[in-house]
């Protein structure tokens, strides 16, 4: 951290071992008490936040164990504004405990001036109860050939986020590695463009893929040599295909609504003009 200029990160993200045994690449991180991984996080913290601007963001990762650490850390030196749950639909089944099926992200900000994008961040729903006014037009919602759709405010429970797996494009190896739509979210509402995104446990890079797919300038650090070529190859065919998995005509779709999605844009954009909603533009 002291060959890094202070100051120069608009978000910080933070995804670090989580409080439990693991490898990554051949480096083992052992569980501790909860006390030990308490102060070792601050510790943490304390070495990275000067690389924040005074105006930015930090999301911090963890698990429900570790959750209780992130909010002892980061309480004491950030404005501890909200926890992300988001579903984690992978989880492995358990015979005398409940399946671990959500991850927690804890959402800080280093002092009361920060950027919140709220609009950038809209998830597009199915409509279940379609009402409308009493001239019979849709209420806040729009109707097309392939459904209804509403656009709702972004809230802290996700259940729109699949775990990449083997027939996404952006798979990897990595154990740990986080889909491309829910970094999109977090830097959407966070940054503007050619603002800094900063991930100092990098991993298989989808942090600087996200940021490079949505125009802002990144940084990155891992200590596995092996993670750091994946993540250089992942950002080399960003060129060729910069499209972000359930993120389509500058919104997030809900999972499993996108098999005529581009269709349903179409549909929908026309509803909203004739609503007088500002419609989103197709991506790609």
């Known amino acids: ?140 919602w729009s109707e097309g050939a392939d459904g209804n759709f509403r656009d709702t405010h972004p809230s802290n429970l996700w259940t729109d986020i699949t775990v990449p797996f083997w027939s996404m494009p952006e798979n990897t190896d990595h154990p740990t590695q986080k889909s491309e739509k829910l970094l999109a979210k977090l830097i959407l509402a966070s940054t503007d463009a050619d603002d800094v995104v900063f991930d100092p446990f990098l991993g298989s890079g989808t942090t600087a893929v996200v940021a490079r797919k949505l125009g802002r300038h990144y940084v990155g650090i891992d200590c596995v040599e092996e993670f750091a070529l994946l993540t250089e190859k992942r950002l080399s065919l960003c060129a060729e295909d910069p499209s972000i998995q359930g993120y389509v005509g500058r919104v997030f779709w809900e999972r499993n609504t996108l098999q005529t999605g581009k269709r349903a844009v179409r549909h929908l954009s026309k509803g909203y003009e004739q609503s007088g909603i500002r419609p989103a533009a197709l991506n790609g």
């Not at 439990?20 to 909860?34: D, L, M, Q």
């Not at 698990?63 to 989880?91: C, P």
């Not at 492995?92 to 405990?97: D, E, F, I, M, V």
């Open 1 to 140: 951290m002291p060959l890094l200029p202070k100051g120069f990160a608009d978000l910080v993200f933070l995804d670090p071992p989580y409080n439990r045994n693991a490898e990554f690449g051949g480096t083992r991180f052992s569980k501790r008490a909860v006390d030990e991984y308490s102060t070792w996080l601050g510790k943490a913290l304390d070495t990275l936040l000067p690389t924040l601007k005074p105006t930015g963001t930090v999301y911090i990762c963890g698990d429900w164990f570790t959750s209780a650490s992130i909010f002892v850390a980061a309480s004491a030196r950030l404005y501890v504004r909200n926890r992300i749950t988001w579903e984690r639909e992978k989880g492995r089944g358990a015979k005398s405990n409940w399946k671990n099926a959500s991850e927690d992200i804890w959402f800080c900000t280093k002092s009361g001036e920060y950027t919140f994008n709220v609009d950038a961040v809209k998830l597009r729903r199915k409509v279940i109860a379609p009402y409308r006014d009493r001239g019979g037009e849709p209420r806040d």
